[in-house]
């Protein structure tokens, strides 16, 4: 299973991101996938995650700004951040499993995140 993360970079506050990952070689190992942000001192956690029947989990911080969706044709899960605030900034991973409330035992490299004020 590899999952190939992209889509970070440096923005505004205010400003939009899009994150994508794409999973490959998965076969029946995943059927949810997330992602995670760590920042520098920091414990690893959830922002978002998605099942593939579309169910969807976010952390309380980006609710309302942040949007999850997945296209399983191409086995492929989208992070669109909006509004994105300087607390925002982490180094974001790509995460795949088969629960919505459990970490996957899959990961993608991390995508760098910076938001300036």
């Known amino acids: 299973v590899q999952l190939q993360a992209s889509g970070g970079g440096l923005v505004q506050s205010g400003g939009s991101l899009r994150l994508s990952c794409a999973a490959s070689?998965?076969?029946?190992?995943?059927?949810?996938m997330g992602w995670y942000r760590q920042a520098p001192g920091n414990q690893r956690e959830l922002v978002a995650a998605i099942t593939d029947g579309g169910d969807t989990r976010y952390v309380e911080s980006v609710k309302g700004r942040f949007t999850i969706s997945r296209d399983n044709a191409k086995n492929t899960v989208y992070l669109q951040m909006n509004n994105l605030k300087p607390e925002d900034s982490a180094v974001y991973f790509c995460?795949?499993?088969?629960?919505?409330?459990?970490?996957?035992?899959?990961w993608g490299q991390g995508t760098q995140v910076t938001v300036s004020s």
């Open positions: 995460n795949g499993g088969r629960s919505l409330y459990l970490r996957g035992e899959y």
């Open positions: 070689g998965t076969g029946d190992s995943i059927n949810v």
